[in-house]
């Protein structure tokens, strides 16, 4: 069995609204292995973001964190995730963002960005740490490094700015890279440039790699194992390979429609629609919240708890209709 | 993600400003001091300029010397003090208004044309917009009142062609961004005439921003024209102005000093309620913050 | 970057230019200024000799250019009150109003950035609300109101301070305070709006995912790009505190330009109050055009871009 190194269970998110408690994330487990690279896939609001933030401890004040288990790096930050996590931040647990344009500060050069981590969180002395920045800058792949940590963000392309990205999030060596759709931003032609970096590095460098996405493509050319998550929660959880030949969850089955195949399927090929709408989460919820976009729907799929059906191998559906075995179809 | 429309929906607009507590606040008082200037003649118990030398500096009812004939007591010259205090409301919001017909006509126009045709016409407009705005604007307006005599209308003749520099650029701003959008490039496309598009199409588009400028402008109107009359270079003597009282009361400002705090206080109740509700309106119709 | 403070120093000089014909035209607002001069019970020779001393008869634009041009050379008339230089009057008063505006700017910069920045952390929160008050209030209450009230209680009642004059530092405090007052709001506004967009941004959140404290993050992220925004407003807060002063000198006697103009209006000294809006609005131009260039140099997009 790998070493597992993030352990959460029974993750909770609930943001305040002026029309009540938003709840967010809504009991979500989740183990980052080493070696493994789990891709986090939903439709927009279903919570996977802020699912990211939580485990990175960068939700605003405003948000309401619980979890029942919350172990990172052999600590156990079930209590006070929020303040223990930044010293973690950084060394233990990394994080990509989004949009590279808007997460490197346009007023502060390269170098600067990428060294004040580590000068801080490792003591790190300037000529140290840019060494390792340089180290960091061409293991990404920018060529002529040592110029270039002079150099202010907007001096560098849309995909060049992500390298740099990564190798910010790769300078305290962390063992855990969490990666917020890293190449929804970019384009295409460079998201697959960026995608092969992540595998890359997360092979060498034997990276536990969490990636959220909500581009089938991106988890079909990357993904080890892959966790479905809708309105909060994690509906069904396998590998990559098993997912995408049986996928079990019916709302697995409505994404996968377009049966996107592992090398086959282009990247950005966006979730196929299901009829029906994501349901609010405002207030407590009971059931299975796809029920009502449901084809196989009823009654019973009202009461709790959704049954969750699993084997040793990690993977597992919570569904009142399904089993893994006997699904097709 | 989050609810970027910019669309404005007049209906939402309005439902969601009684809800906003700067608005409904502001704009009560707002209405409350609107009325008493209509109805000035009505609520006023004497005439504001009738003197009476044998009741002068009588106290407000607070105080033991105070007269019930004369609420807030008299001043300099006797008169009586609330009524003053009434019709002064008049000038304050008389000025206000009139200035904003003025300035908004005159910055609106140029927003529109500079934000329609772009290239030299801009040029020229945000040249003038640079330049009033590099004036200093008390001292001009005191020159040009100064120079150009004393009086209600002159007073709002050169504050409206001094103020339009905000419309200006708002209306510049909006009509901009609006002028590509689908449904004017439609009507452009079915030739519609320049001026059609741009009073009857972009116009009224933009009214909810012109409605934030006009509150923050007569806040503004008010103050200027308080501080003018204060200098003895705005409004004339014996129009009971609150800027003019205050100016007048200052001479008894050791012994009476509720002349100067009476109508500074009538003031900053009117400017705060505008300001409470041009900030609440624009909270609401700006771009969403959360 | 040379580029723009080239183009930036190019609009600046027309607009320089245009300001002085309007400071010059003001003179011809009320019809004759000879007339203006003498009085309006003047006599009719008496205008006539002014008209001819003062050379309002030549033609306008020769009238513009020889102002004009003496004004490059430090000549800016003579006054027609104390006939002397008015650049000597104007040499005596400047430095009460530079004074007072300088340091009212600098005490609503000290109030209104760190203010703004406690504002922005919390939003909602108690120092919110204390600093929406502080502004609400700034922005409402006229100052020459809030100057006469403090007059009558800090001068009168409490006797702290002197209650008129710019004979000792004393006399400075209450007008500095007021002038403060009014210029804080909106500075504090712009720090916290600027750094409240700041705050919600991806950097800023990259920033504290390197596991950098919050006060590191506040400080070198999120503040350096806060301010770009305030520099521009710092500037026409300090021409406006430098052109509005002149209500504040006259609450409280303070002999500077603002009230040696509104003097000179009284008594009908043209010379005196052109050269003063000349100054102020060439102040004004020059504070603006600074800001701009220093903006360009903080912001390394702006420094890059040509």
Known sequence: MTETLLDVRNLRVSLKTDRGMLNAVRGVDLQMKRGQTLCLVGESGCGKSLTAMALMGLLPRYANITSDCFDMAGEDLTQKPQSKLAKLRGRDVAMIFQDPTSALNPTLTVGRQLTEGVMRSEGLDRAAANARAVEMLDRVGISNPEARLTQYPHAFSGGQRQRIMIASALMGRPRRLIADEPTTALDVTIQAQILRLLGELQSTLGLSLLLITHDLGVVASIATDVAVMYAGRIVEQAPAEDLFHAPQHPYTRGLLRAIPVPGVTPRGSELPAIAGRVPGLIGEMRGCAFRDRCALGSSECASDPVPRHGDDAGRFVECFKVTPGEATQ | MSDTSSEIRPAGVWQKALRNTGVSIGGTIMLVIVLVAVFAPLLAPHDPLAQDLTKRLLPPFWHDRSVAEHLLGTDHLGRDYLSRMIYGARVSLGVGLGVIIVSGAIGITLGLLAGYFGGWVDMVISFAITTRLSLPIVLVALAAVALGGASLVTLITVLGLLLWDRFAVVSRAATQSLRHQEFIMGLRAIGASRARILFLEILPNMRSMILVVVTLEVANVILLEAALSFLGLGVRPPTPSWGLMISEGRENILFDPWLIALPGSALCLLVLAVNLFGDGMRDITGPARK | ??????????????????????????????????????????????????????????PLIVQYLDWVGSALTGDLGQSIYFNIPVSEIIGNRISVTMWLGVLSFLLALVVAVPLGIAAALRPNGWIDRIALVLAVTGQAIPSFWLGLMAIVVFGVWYGWVPISGAKTWQGFILPVIVLSYYAMPAMMRITRSGMIDVLATDYVRAARAKGLPMRVVIFRHALRNAVLPLVSLAAVQLGLLLSGSIVIESVFALNGLGRLAWESLLRSDLPVVQAIILILSLLYVALTTFADILNAVLDPRLRGAN
């Not at chain 3, 040379?2 to 002085?20: D, M, P």
């Not at chain 3, 011809?28 to 003498?38: K, Q, Y």
């Not at chain 3, 008496?46 to 001393?53: F, K, M, S, V």
């Open chain 3, 1 to 58: 970057m040379l580029a723009f403070i080239a183009k930036r120093l190019v609009v600046a000089f027309c607009v320089c230019v245009t300001v002085s014909a309007i400071s010059f035209a003001l003179m011809f607002l009320s019809g004759d200024p000879a007339i203006a001069i003498a009085g309006a019970g003047g006599r009719a020779q008496d205008a006539e000799a002014i008209r001819i001393a003062y050379g309002f008869d030549r």
